[in-house]
């Protein structure tokens, strides 16, 4: 009974009934009034009053009846009116409130007012309508908060390697610094940080506007995975990790961009490296289940807190922000192979078990990606 068509029907129903009523009511009541005014209902009348109410003319009687029927028909018609006028303005009132509410709010919304949610009450069509709005509202609301942490990350990202570049700039006009190949080079690299974290931020608008573009194509998982592990090999060798290279089951062919895949693998093996002390391991295993391709990369070092685990994935999320700046990341990296999967279809995760105890990032993709 709640629902708002049913309350729209119930309402057109007794309008219909009503307006029935009237035309029923006015007929019944001259019908009455002919049979009243007629010979025999004057004769019936006169017996009547010769019986019951002695005293003046049957003939005026049969008027007086027939005028009185007729106003008490009005009556009746009049507080029909006033009585279905009432319930149709509380009706409507009631039906309506909600929505101007909800324009109010939404109203407040286009003002930049994004803490305006609204009660959720009425006919179930309107409380689905409040019920999404506010999921709007805070979507909205958490989208703002985002832009505002991106655009103070950002600021402060491009402060650090300004700030080198104009101090040291200062200090060579000031004749501190001597314009040599050496402070060249430390200029050098601040203009190429610059231009990574440019890039990776181009690159991460793209892909969370789902704009990044893909070459599919089909890619041999394992020849791919163990090309890269050569690649990283004598990294892997001069830091005094060992690496290993599992593959489980079948060896898959799936349909992926391979330069961006490639980017993700390149992201977390960098990772694990960074973190991983000497004598410990790394793990790349290939698995592939029915509707389903696995990609791990794991690491027996340094393991991550139970709180960092959920921001891993979050724009210049930094764990050890110190260490970051040192290897010169832009806190990027993980992002974007998250954006990256994601585009591809598929989810990327982690797992650790605390500090010290490693951790693990696993990339799954949909069959249908696989062949």
């Known amino acids: 009974m709640n629902r708002l068509w049913v309350r729209i029907s119930l309402s057109f129903v007794g309008i219909v009934i009503f307006l029935i009523m009237i035309p029923l009511m006015i007929t019944i009541s001259m019908r009455n009034f002919d049979v009243a005014g007629s010979p025999e209902g004057v004769q019936a009348i006169e017996e009547g009053a010769t019986n019951d109410r002695p005293g003046g003319p049957p003939e005026r009687f049969a008027e007086i009846s027939g005028k009185e029927l007729v106003t008490e028909l009005l009556k009746f018609v009049a507080v029909i009116t006033a009585i279905g006028t009432t319930v149709g303005i509380l009706s409507t009132r ?40 506010n999921e709007m509202a805070s979507q909205l609301g958490q989208a703002e908060t985002l832009r505002g942490n991106l655009l103070n990350d950002v600021a402060h990202e491009l402060r650090t390697p300004i700030s080198v570049i104009q101090g040291n700039l200062r200090a060579i006009l000031d004749d501190v610094y001597e314009l040599d190949k050496a402070e060249i080079a430390r200029l050098y690299d601040q203009t190429r940080h610059l231009s990574r974290l440019v890039d990776d931020l181009s690159e991460l608008a793209q892909a969370e506007a789902r704009q990044l573009s893909l070459n599919i ?66 793990t790349i295993q290939v698995e592939q289940h029915p509707g389903r391709f696995y990609l791990r990369v794991s690491d027996t070092g340094e393991g991550i807190q139970l709180e960092h685990l959920s921001h891993v994935f979050d724009r210049f999320y930094r764990a050890d922000p ?20 994601e585009a591809h279809g598929g989810e ?24």
Request: charged content about 20%; glycine content about 10%.
């Open 94 to 133: 009631g039906l309506t409130a909600p929505l101007n509410k909800l324009a109010d709010a939404a109203k407040a919304i286009g003002e930049k007012d994004l803490s305006q949610r609204v009660e959720v009450r009425g006919s179930d069509e309107i409380k689905t309508v409040a019920l999404a709005f």
């Open 348 to 371: 990327i995760s982690v797992i650790s078990a605390g500090v010290g105890k490693g951790s693990e990032f696993a990339i799954q993709l949909p069959q249908k990606h696989a062949q």
């Open 217 to 282: 194509s089909e890619v041999e998982i394992v020849p791919w995975v163990q090309d890269i592990a050569a690649v990283f090999q004598p990294i892997i060798d001069q830091k005094g990790v060992n690496l290993r290279v599992e593959i489980l089951g079948q060896h898959p062919l799936i349909r992926a961009d391979r330069e961006r895949l490639t980017q993700v693998l390149h992201n977390l093996l960098s990772n694990a490296i960074q973190h991983t002390l000497k004598g410990g391991r790394i």
């Open 322 to 341: 110190a260490r970051s700046r040192e290897t010169g990341g832009t806190g990027l990296g993980l992002a974007i192979s998250r954006a990256i999967v």
